[in-house]
C-alpha cells in the first residue's frame, strides 16, 4: 500500500475487516461488539484486541488499549509507522492512548455520537495543544461496524 492510497478509506477494508471479526470475538463474549488492529507499514498485524471489559472486570479493556499493549509488547512503546484500526470511533481514553504510542495513523469504521473522541464530541487526537496528531481515516466500512453495534444493543434491549 503506498501512502497516498492510505487516505482512502476503501485502502483499509481489509484491515477493518479483521478488526471486525475481533469485534465478533467481544460479541460471543457478551460485551460490545468493538475490534482492533494494530498494523505496520506493511500491513502486517502486530496487535490485535477486542472489547473484554465483561471479561476481565477491568474498565480499560478497550479494544484499542488491548491491541496497542500487544503491539508494543512485540518492539516498544512507540509504535511510529503504524495504523491503528478499529470498528467505532474511540472514547477519550483510547484517543488518548493513540496519541501517547504515537500511532501515526487512526482509522475507523462508525462514529460514537455519544462518546467519541476523534471528532463526534471532542477531538483528542487533533488538539494542536498535543505533541502528536496521528491522521485520522474515518467511515472505514461504516454500515457494517455500526450494524454490528445496533444489533447488539438491540439484542440486549429484548426481553429476556
Same mark, same amino acid.
Given at each position: 500500500m503506498t501512502h497516498s492510497s492510505a487516505s482512502r478509506p476503501e485502502a483499509w477494508d481489509d484491515a477493518m *475487516?479483521? !478488526?471486525?471479526?475481533? #469485534? =465478533?470475538?467481544? $460479541?460471543?463474549?457478551?460485551?460490545?461488539?468493538?475490534?482492533?488492529?494494530?498494523?505496520? #507499514?506493511?500491513?502486517?498485524?502486530?496487535?490485535?484486541?477486542?472489547?473484554? *471489559?465483561?471479561? /476481565?472486570?477491568?474498565? /480499560? !479493556?478497550?479494544?484499542?488499549?488491548? !491491541?496497542? =499493549?500487544? !503491539?508494543?509488547? =512485540? @518492539?516498544?512503546?512507540?509504535?511510529?509507522?503504524?495504523?491503528?484500526?478499529? /470498528?467505532? $470511533?474511540?472514547? /477519550?481514553?483510547?484517543? @488518548?492512548?493513540?496519541?501517547?504510542? =504515537?500511532?501515526?495513523?487512526?482509522?475507523? @469504521?462508525a462514529y460514537d455520537e455519544k462518546a467519541g473522541a476523534v471528532g463526534s464530541l471532542w477531538d483528542v487526537v487533533r488538539d494542536r495543544r498535543l505533541n502528536h496528531r496521528p491522521d485520522v481515516v474515518s467511515g472505514v466500512l461504516a454500515d457494517e461496524c455500526a450494524g454490528l453495534l445496533r444489533d447488539f444493543f438491540t439484542a440486549q434491549r429484548r426481553p429476556r
Open positions: *475487516r479483521v !478488526a471486525l471479526g475481533e #469485534a =465478533r470475538l467481544a $460479541e460471543s463474549a457478551g460485551d460490545v461488539p468493538v475490534g482492533c488492529v494494530v498494523v505496520d #507499514a506493511d500491513g502486517q498485524v502486530l496487535g490485535r484486541g477486542h472489547n473484554a *471489559r465483561e471479561a /476481565t472486570a477491568d474498565p /480499560t !479493556a478497550h479494544a484499542e488499549v488491548l !491491541a496497542i =499493549r500487544q !503491539a508494543a509488547a =512485540r @518492539g516498544g512503546w512507540r509504535l511510529d509507522g503504524c495504523t491503528l484500526v478499529v /470498528t467505532l $470511533e474511540p472514547c /477519550t481514553m483510547c484517543a @488518548g492512548a493513540v496519541v501517547l504510542a =504515537r500511532v501515526d495513523r487512526l482509522v475507523f @469504521g
